[in-house]
């Protein structure tokens, strides 16, 4: 057996992730490098832009989000659900700015059948038309309505963890660590691919990273695509006065989904534009795989459209995609 086959499987406990991600830093950015070049192409990382089509107004209370209507001491322009034709139109922006994949968010609780779900299906439908992969985050859902996103083409659902089991309660009251589990079950049984990771520097310990990465790295498959994410304070959030993770600790994060997940596509998300580039070129030595492009992520702050020219100019020459010369606004 390979030393990447050692890592494909799918009975993970929390100590041996544990372990994973608490070793040498060069020795495991080493060996998920040569896992992350059995399972990929090493110059393939995917760029995906990220849309908000629904706005603020979030009924749930994580703590994170500056989306939530509990925190109103948030300076936070709510936007109604974008029709269909805006969105297509910043889709095929994307496309020309060298995106593969286009990724919608809307601040629901849940779906919800009616015109907003039927305009959502819509948007999906368009984007696929363009030639993109479509993935979307709704909030929870029900099997009917995951039958009806993979009918119109859906790429991937995103729902993330956040964070592992015991931690969960101290970030999120009015959705249950079960509640999105079951979301998850949906969208596998409509045969949508499955976008699920979490966010580091809520105030989790170690061991709750190691928690999130185990309930993932024990679906069977695994996820096709981990975000791995860096709080952004937000000012008027619960979590505002919270210091920035360690850049480091993102390295080990990534290097760590890439051992226990090696076929996923690990996403540098949120938190990208608080790295320099030398820590975000050892997350793609580490095992990311894909960035989200433009200004904005949903509402918070990305790196820039000239820094990303940048990045990759400094890496060298990629898997071949467009360059980027334009983000859409979000």
Known sequence: MS????????????????????????????????????????CDVQKASLL??????????CAYCPQSAHHREVDLT????????????????????GATRFCMGAAWREVRDGPAFDAVLAMVEGVRHLGMEACV???????????????????????NLDTGPDFYGSIVSTRTYADRLDTLAQVRAAGIELCSGGIIGMGETTR???????VLACFEPHPESVPINALVPVEGTPLARRSRV????????????????????????????????????????????????????LTTPNAGIGEDEALFAAIGPLAPTASIVAAPPA
């Open 137 to 159: 985050t709704l909030g929870m859902l029900k099997p009917h309505q995951a039958a009806r996103l993979a009918g119109a083409g859906l790429t991937a659902y995103n729902h």
């Open 52 to 61: 908000s089509v629904k706005t603020g107004g979030c009924p749930e209370d």
């Open 246 to 297: 360690d850049p480091l600790d993102l390295v080990r994060m990534v290097a760590t989904a890439r051992l226990v997940m090696p076929e996923a596509r690990v996403r540098l998300s949120a938190g990208r534009s608080g790295l320099g580039r030398e820590a975000q070129i050892l997350c793609f030595l580490a095992g990311a795989n894909s960035i989200f492009f433009g200004d904005t992520l």
């Open 3 to 42: 030393v990447a086959d050692g890592f494909k499987r799918h009975d993970w406990s929390v100590d041996e992730i544990l372990a994973l991600y608490e070793a040498p830093l060069l020795d495991l950015v080493g060996r998920a490098n040569a896992v992350h070049r059995a399972h990929h192409d090493a």
């Open 208 to 214: 709750d990273r190691a928690a999130m990465l185990q």
């Open 78 to 97: 709510r936007q109604g659900l974008m029709a269909p034709a805006e969105v297509l139109g910043l889709a095929a922006r994307a496309k020309v700015a």
